[in-house]
């Protein structure tokens, strides 16, 4: 079993910047690749980033540019760095452990963090 923690969500104002942070612990392997993922509301979960064991990352093509997603295997966390937020960037984001094999979206989650971008 493996627990996240996700933090650092919060009110911005468009064009501001925002941290979050998503702690793992219990079963967990630096080689497991971990992802964030968003839903905003009535709206369907979308993913926003990945990161795998190996550092490669992929993005969404609205994020591209001006997230970065990034993890510290020592301290079994991922990150996500969120700059010149816009509104459309308002949802609920999620830390996603996910089994390699079956890809994001699969394996564990996070309760969720709350980022709301005012205009």
């Known amino acids: 079993q493996v627990q996240l923690v996700e933090s650092g969500g919060g009110l911005v104002q468009a064009g501001g910047s925002l941290r979050l942070s998503c702690a793992a612990s219990g079963t967990t392997s630096s080689l497991n690749d971990m992802g964030w993922y968003r839903q905003a509301p009535g709206k369907q979960r979308e993913l926003v980033a990945t990161?795998?064991?190996?550092?490669?990352?992929t993005y969404a093509d609205s994020v591209k540019g001006r997230f970065t997603i990034s993890r510290d295997n020592a301290k079994n966390s991922v990150y996500l760095q969120m700059n010149s937020l816009k509104p459309e960037d308002t949802a609920v984001y999620y830390c996603n452990y996910y089994i390699k094999i079956l890809g994001p979206g699969s394996g564990y989650w996070g309760q969720g963090t709350q980022v709301t971008v005012s205009s």
């Open positions: 990161i795998r064991s190996g550092g490669i990352t």
